[in-house]
C-alpha cells in the first residue's frame, strides 16, 4: 500500500469493516476484458477466511469464474463527504478492504448451508435456519478463499 499512514493492519479493524459493509464487488478477468460485478456476501474467519456469495447457476459471472477463478475483492464503508474551501481541497472519509483469492462454485450440501447462514448472518437474519433444499438446485453458492486483504481507512 502507498500509503502506509492510512493502512489497517490489524485483522480486527479489517474484519470490522467487512461486518459494517452492505456488498462486496468482485473483479473478474478474461482475455484482458475485466467485469466487476457487486454482490451481497457472507464472511466467515475460522478456521479459513472465506467470502460466500449467492448466484444464479448460469450467466457472464459463472462463464468468467470457470476461465480463470483468481479474483480481487473490494468493500467500502463509512462514507462521508468532506467539504473544502475550493473545489481540489474536497475530499471522502472512507474505510475500505481490498483482498484476493481463488473463487469456485461450493458442491458440498453442507457448506452451501454454512455459506448461505453466512450470507443470511451478514444482512441480521439470527439463526438457526431452515432451508427448502430446492432453493440450492436453482441457486450456486461460490467460496472465495482469501489469499490476502488489507484495509485502509482515511
Known amino acids: 500500500m502507498r500509503r502506509s499512514d492510512r493502512e489497517i493492519s490489524d485483522i480486527k479493524d479489517v474484519e470490522a469493516i467487512i461486518n459494517n459493509s452492505d456488498v462486496c464487488r468482485v473483479a473478474l478477468a478474461n482475455d484482458n476484458i475485466p467485469y466487476v460485478v457487486t454482490m451481497n456476501f457472507g464472511y466467515i474467519s475460522s478456521p479459513q477466511r472465506l467470502l460466500y456469495f449467492h448466484c444464479a447457476p448460469a450467466g457472464k459471472k459463472l462463464e468468467m469464474i470457470r476461465k480463470n477463478n483468481y479474483v480481487c475483492f473490494e468493500m467500502d464503508t463509512d462514507h462521508q463527504i468532506m467539504k473544502g474551501e475550493k473545489e481540489c481541497e474536497w475530499g471522502m472519509k472512507f474505510s475500505s478492504v481490498v483482498g484476493y483469492g481463488r473463487i469456485s462454485a ?43 486483504m488489507t484495509g485502509k481507512k482515511k
Open 106 to 148: 461450493v458442491e458440498e450440501l453442507e457448506e452451501k448451508l454454512a455459506g448461505m447462514s453466512s450470507i443470511m448472518s451478514h444482512y441480521g437474519a439470527e439463526a438457526p435456519f431452515s432451508y427448502d433444499e430446492k432453493v440450492f438446485s436453482h441457486t450456486v453458492i461460490l467460496r472465495l478463499e482469501i489469499t490476502e
